[in-house]
DNA sequence: AGATCACTGAACCTAAAAGTTCAATGCTGC
DNA sequence: GCAGCATTGAACTTTTAGGTTCAGTGATCT
């Protein structure tokens, strides 16, 4: 399995909403910090800042070109977390049916 | 989609390696306050914080047994990272390809 | 060259997170 | 009823997060 710190900053960056709506956003298409920051209402620098987040996690590339920087998603980390989510959805599956059948059984026990 | 602070706390309770040794464990099995402070050498009260931030964001179901608190999973929450995660997955799938294609065709232009 | 535009770095502020200690509270077992 | 155990609540400390302002830096356009 993934080693923790890079889980860590995977479910941190997609933590907040600011930052999964760049991530929406980026879907549509590469943007630069301000064309992030302007529909965001953030200034330039706390917008950085996000970016850097996400860049750190792996979620986004970025690439300085002129005196912009265009930001771009970058999709294998999400596999990461997605591995992570999934391993356990199922493993969890399970146990919820076990406990499902273990209520069942305790209340034909009570009558 | 579901709503921000949903996933807010979701994905914020999935960002503490402690946190998700807790869900791993309780995968395995209910377990009181007790049982998961001791292996991670936490004081009892720090660990009722972590499985109280786990209860919050939905992903643990805890009940007052005696004088023990039994904790287990409660999964419906993982759903809703799950989707939204794999949502935007196949959007960057198909973003990625397209900028495959992209760069191939400067390649090609460059030389 | 000089003006301007987009970003960046440093410093700062405030609020929240992660953890602690210490003092209740409320069951359980004798 | 009383001793003891598991958990809880309040208060406190230290880091980290999210955001700002303000002063550079480097590219672009006359």
Redesign the pocket.
């Known amino acids: 399995m993934v080693h923790d710190v890079v889980l860590d900053r995977v479910f941190?960056a997609l933590?907040?909403a600011?930052?999964r709506a760049i991530i929406t956003r980026l879907g549509e298409g590469p943007a630069?910090?301000?064309?992030l920051?302007e529909p965001a209402?953030?200034?330039?620098?706390?917008m950085?800042?996000?970016?850097q987040?996400l860049e750190d996690a792996g979620l986004v590339v970025?690439e300085?070109v002129?005196?912009?920087?265009q930001c771009r998603i970058g999709a294998e980390r999400l596999d990461d977390a997605m591995a992570w989510i999934s391993f356990y959805q199922r493993l969890w599956e399970r146990r919820l049916d076990g406990l499902d059948a273990y209520f069942t059984l305790q209340k034909g026990r009570e009558k």
């Open positions: 941190s933590s907040d600011t930052r630069t910090i301000g064309e920051a209402g953030m200034t330039l620098t706390g950085k800042k996000h970016v987040v970025t300085k002129g005196r912009s920087r």
